[in-house]
């Protein structure tokens, strides 16, 4: 079964400082990869997706993700961060096959020092 | 066009009480899933549908029903609530069983049993 682990619980960054968030995940074939974001209060929000091709994939709102095939990881990146990106993000792989589920990481939460 | 709506925003409910979230969309995507999120342990997928009239378990289905006997409405129902169901409860759809599709979320129910 296919299962996604966000090691950090938590982060915190300056606002204007780059932004990593680590995501690793196991799938038997090749996975399609997804991260999404949810602000307080709100529902989740695609920030991106890899399901083929380029390893580096861009997003909304500034971020872009790579697919390393060896190290099982699709980790978040954004050069600069601002401080509307303070939310909770979500790494999950999508499983296809019948009713095309979604399997979700537990999801690491942003602060950001101004 | 109002996406994915969730009926009702909040709840209290007591222990043993019954009642039943309304997810409705105005996509007309043919799948549609329920997922409930706690603190700490990210987004699990309780049951989902991939049309009209049919239903399927995901990974955490007991205590809950759910019912799609319009394409447009997922209903996800408790008989006899629980404590341990207290919970945020997201609803969202996507349109295909392809494997990249995106799922768009609602906003979500915050439910307390007490």
């Known amino acids: 079964a296919q299962s996604v682990t966000q090691p950090d619980i938590h982060i915190t960054v300056s606002e204007g400082a780059s932004l990593e968030l680590r995501c690793n995940y196991s799938?038997?074939?090749?996975?399609?990869l997804f991260w999404y974001v949810q602000s307080p209060g709100q529902g989740l929000q695609l920030l991106l997706k890899?399901?083929?091709?380029?390893?580096l994939v861009q997003g909304i709102k500034g971020f872009e993700a790579e697919f390393k095939r060896s190290q099982s990881s699709f980790n978040l990146r954004k050069p600069s961060v601002h401080w509307s990106d303070a939310a909770e993000y979500f790494c999950?792989?999508?499983?296809?096959?019948?009713?095309?589920?979604?399997?979700f990481g537990t999801g690491t939460q942003l602060k950001v020092e101004l | 066009n109002a996406g994915v709506t969730q009926t009702p925003k909040f709840r209290v409910l007591k222990t043993g009480q019954s009642m039943t979230l309304l997810c409705a969309q105005d996509?007309?995507?043919?799948?549609m899933y329920w997922y409930r999120q706690d603190p700490g342990m990210g987004l699990r997928l309780i049951h989902y549908?991939?049309?009209?009239?049919?239903?399927a378990k995901g990974e955490v289905p007991d205590g809950y029903n759910v019912s799609r006997l319009k394409k447009q409405n997922f209903l996800l129902g408790l008989e006899s609530a629980a404590p341990s169901q207290t919970s945020v409860y997201f609803c969202?759809?996507?349109?295909?069983?392809?494997?990249?599709?995106?799922?768009?979320f609602g906003p979500g129910t915050r439910l307390t049993v007490l």
């Open positions: 890899y399901f083929s091709g380029d390893t």
């Open positions: 999950a792989v999508g499983n296809g096959g019948g009713g095309n589920k979604l399997t």
């Open positions: 799938y038997g074939a090749t996975p399609y």
């Open positions: 969202a759809t996507t349109d295909t069983s392809a494997r990249s599709d995106t799922q768009y």
């Open positions: 549908s991939v049309g009209e009239g049919t239903t």
């Open positions: 996509m007309n995507h043919e799948y």
